[in-house]
């Protein structure tokens, strides 16, 4: 089968690999019918390659149709359409009735202390081949498939499997009281969603973001839009009565660009971290290991601002991915504002239940079908690779279709 392959810092490539079968009774095997190119792929494709081999396959917001069925299967059969949660739970333990299947008690990566196992996403979460590819072994399939009809397109539903529950789960997490203010930090994807979140509970929402087409997108929902610059915090307050946001989802990351800098100097920490985990990726795997999880340190610039714009007695919710061990915090900054930080990978299945519903409405109050500009074959996933980190050509979602 074809699928797309980390090679090096920058390099991925669609390659032939042996083709995706059962390898335990609870496993099906899809047909990729979509795969979307995630942010999170891009720390990956830039930063990561330290904890990845070359030829692993990448992707983890996968959907398809079930071409073969394990033994120990009871709850799908071929033919079936579903959607592949990012997250690989039991479904069973502890954790996962908590609703917190990213610490599943079962596939929790001991030997690495980290969460549960994760489709395309490192040696970190298991080494999981992922799904941008023709086919996908999908593991304990029957406690973490999503069963879809077949009468909506792909578009409805792909973004199940990651990007549509992170964003509800961030402005879950962000705690914001009724009829308050929620600002939005980054306008990509999960961005994208969370402002729309936001609007359709209710919220007056404040979008942050540097690409104008990001903005104008968010803008078509409702959402106040505001340039990524070092006057955000002050524009942001100012917007709120000199108070600042009720609550503030940071859905941009480790890899922040180094502006919006606020009161701790962001901007200089995010272009030292910058150079920090580039120069990681020059080192030989087993040093850059070491430096990441000792001294790693993350671009800052957009939790800093998230930290200063929040109003006193606010709450940040991180959605943007952070792994740094060694990141310099406002600490003082922080108790004196007596803010509350909420974050952690997304627990896709505790979020099912409230957005299946939203996706399937005929009204699509979620806007899931008004957010790719991007939709191409498989074998153009290299290219798109380099489109969507650099944001060109008006780059937001990249969907690949794979022929098989």
Same mark, same amino acid.
């Given at each position: 089968?074809?699928?797309?392959?980390?090679?090096?810092?920058?390099?991925?490539?669609?390659?032939?690999?042996?083709?995706?079968?059962?390898?335990?009774?609870?496993?099906?095997?899809?047909?990729?019918?979509?795969?979307?190119? /995630?942010?999170?792929?891009?720390?990956?494709?830039?930063?990561?390659?330290?904890?990845?081999?070359? &030829?692993?396959?990448?992707?983890?917001?996968? !959907?398809?149709?079930?071409?073969?069925?394990?033994?120990?299967?009871?709850?799908?059969?071929?033919?079936?359409?579903?959607?592949?949660?990012?997250?690989?739970? /039991?479904?069973? /333990?502890?954790?996962?009735?908590?609703?917190?299947?990213?610490?599943?008690?079962?596939?929790?990566?001991?030997?690495?202390?980290?969460?549960?196992?994760? =489709?395309?996403?490192?040696?970190?979460?298991?080494?999981?081949?992922?799904? +941008?590819?023709?086919?996908?072994?999908?593991?304990?399939?029957?406690?973490?498939?999503?069963?879809? &009809?077949? $009468?909506?397109?792909?578009?409805?539903?792909?973004?199940?499997?990651?990007?549509?529950?992170?964003?509800?789960?961030?402005?879950?997490? $962000?705690?914001?009281?009724?009829?308050?203010?929620?600002?939005?930090?980054?306008?990509?994807?999960?961005?994208?969603?969370?402002?729309?979140?936001?609007? =359709?509970?209710?919220?007056?929402?404040?979008?942050?973001?540097?690409?104008?087409?990001?903005?104008?997108?968010?803008?078509? =929902?409702?959402?106040?839009?505001?340039?990524?610059?070092?006057?955000?915090?002050?524009?942001?307050?100012?917007?709120?009565?000199?108070?600042?946001?009720?609550?503030?989802?940071?859905?941009?990351?480790?890899?922040?660009? *180094?502006?919006?800098?606020?009161? $701790? *100097?962001?901007?200089?920490?995010?272009?030292?971290? &910058?150079? $920090? +985990?580039?120069?990681?990726?020059?080192?030989?795997?087993?040093?850059?290991?070491?430096?990441?999880?000792?001294?790693?340190?993350?671009?800052?610039?957009?939790?800093?601002?998230?930290?200063?714009?929040?109003?006193?007695?606010?709450?940040?919710?991180?959605?943007?991915?952070?792994?740094?061990?060694?990141?310099? !915090?406002?600490? !003082?900054?922080?108790?004196?504002?007596?803010?509350?930080?909420? !974050?952690? +990978?997304?627990?896709? +299945?505790?979020?099912?239940?409230?957005?299946?519903?939203?996706?399937?409405?005929?009204?699509?109050?979620?806007?899931?079908?008004?957010?790719?500009?991007?939709?191409?074959?498989?074998?153009?996933?290299?290219?798109?690779?380099?489109?969507?980190?650099?944001?060109?050509?008006?780059?937001?979602?990249?969907?690949?279709?794979?022929? &098989?």
């Amino acid at each position: 089968m074809r699928a797309v392959t980390w090679q090096s810092n920058g390099k991925v490539e669609v390659a032939t690999v042996p083709r995706a079968t059962i390898e335990d009774a609870g496993d099906v095997v899809i047909r990729v019918t979509s795969a979307a190119i /995630c942010g999170s792929d891009l720390h990956l494709y830039s930063v990561f390659g330290p904890f990845l081999a070359r &030829g692993d396959i990448l992707g983890h917001e996968t !959907m398809g149709i079930v071409e073969e069925v394990g033994d120990g299967v009871r709850k799908l059969a071929v033919g079936d359409r579903i959607v592949v949660p990012f997250v690989i739970a /039991c479904r069973d /333990c502890e954790m996962c009735h908590s609703g917190l299947s990213t610490q599943c008690d079962v596939t929790q990566n001991r030997e690495q202390g980290t969460g549960a196992a994760l =489709y395309g996403y490192t040696e970190l979460y298991g080494s999981v081949p992922g799904g +941008q590819a023709e086919f996908l072994r999908v593991r304990r399939a029957d406690n973490n498939a999503i069963k879809v &009809g077949h $009468a909506l397109s792909d578009e409805r539903y792909l973004f199940l499997s990651d990007i549509l529950p992170t964003a509800w789960q961030g402005v879950q997490y $962000a705690n914001v009281p009724e009829g308050g203010t929620l600002a939005v930090l980054g306008l990509g994807p999960v961005g994208q969603f969370a402002a729309r979140i936001g609007r =359709y509970l209710g919220y007056r929402v404040l979008g942050v973001d540097p690409v104008p087409e990001r903005r104008a997108l968010a803008e078509r =929902y409702g959402v106040e839009v505001f340039d990524f610059d070092e006057a955000t915090a002050d524009a942001l307050r100012e917007a709120t009565g000199g108070r600042g946001p009720d609550s503030v989802v940071d859905a941009v990351g480790l890899e922040a660009h *180094g502006v919006g800098a606020g009161p $701790a *100097g962001g901007a200089g920490l995010a272009g030292l971290a &910058g150079l $920090a +985990q580039k120069g990681a990726g020059l080192l030989p795997d087993a040093l850059a290991k070491k430096v990441i999880e000792t001294v790693g340190v993350d671009r800052l610039s957009a939790l800093v601002l998230a930290l200063d714009a929040v109003r006193r007695g606010g709450t940040v919710s991180l959605s943007g991915v952070y792994a740094g061990v060694a990141d310099p !915090m406002p600490l !003082m900054t922080m108790f004196d504002k007596q803010l509350t930080l909420r !974050m952690g +990978q997304c627990n896709v +299945q505790r979020w099912i239940p409230e957005l299946l519903p939203l996706v399937e409405d005929a009204s699509d109050p979620l806007g899931t079908e008004d957010l790719v500009t991007h939709r191409v074959p498989l074998e153009d996933a290299p290219r798109m690779y380099d489109v969507f980190q650099k944001k060109a050509d008006g780059c937001i979602k990249v969907v690949l279709k794979p022929r &098989g």
